[in-house]
């Protein structure tokens, strides 16, 4: 499967893009689809997921409140929507595809399909 983020670039603080994530090659259903993100000089950590079947979701405490992740079925295609950026939220995201069981779904070693990742960068 291949997946391609898109919708990140330069954003004001306090501004609300969404990103995609749209898979080919096969469809999401049966797979958790998450956002990750790397900041300069950090390791990438858990954003959000999402389980296609049921679209249970899940959010790391940093973004709790602020992010939305959600899925159409028809475009196969996971989004995310950041409101409220911050310049902490400054990073490249990724979003990926995998099988994780619920107490690992933040584990990045969970995840065996990876997109090339999208900047976004929050100016203040």
């Known amino acids: 499967v291949q997946l391609q983020a898109s919708g990140g670039g330069l954003v004001q603080a306090g501004a609300s893009p969404r990103l995609s994530c749209a898979a080919s090659?096969?469809?999401?259903?049966?797979?958790?689809v998450a956002w990750f993100r790397q900041a300069p000089g950090k390791e990438r950590e858990f954003v959000a997921a999402?389980?296609?079947?049921?679209?249970?979701?899940f959010y790391a405490d940093s973004v709790k409140g602020r992010f939305t992740i959600s899925r159409d079925n028809a475009e196969n295609t996971v989004y995310l929507q950041m409101n409220s950026l911050k310049p902490e939220d400054t990073a490249v995201y990724y979003c990926?595809?995998?099988?994780?069981?619920?107490?690992?779904?933040?584990?990045?070693?969970?995840?065996?399909?990876w997109g090339q990742g999208t900047l976004v960068t929050v100016s203040s």
């Open positions: 999402i389980k296609w079947s049921g679209s249970t979701t």
């Open positions: 090659g096969r469809t999401f259903s049966g797979y958790v």
């Open positions: 990926a595809v995998g099988r994780p069981i619920t107490s690992a779904i933040q584990s990045r070693a969970m995840y065996y399909y």
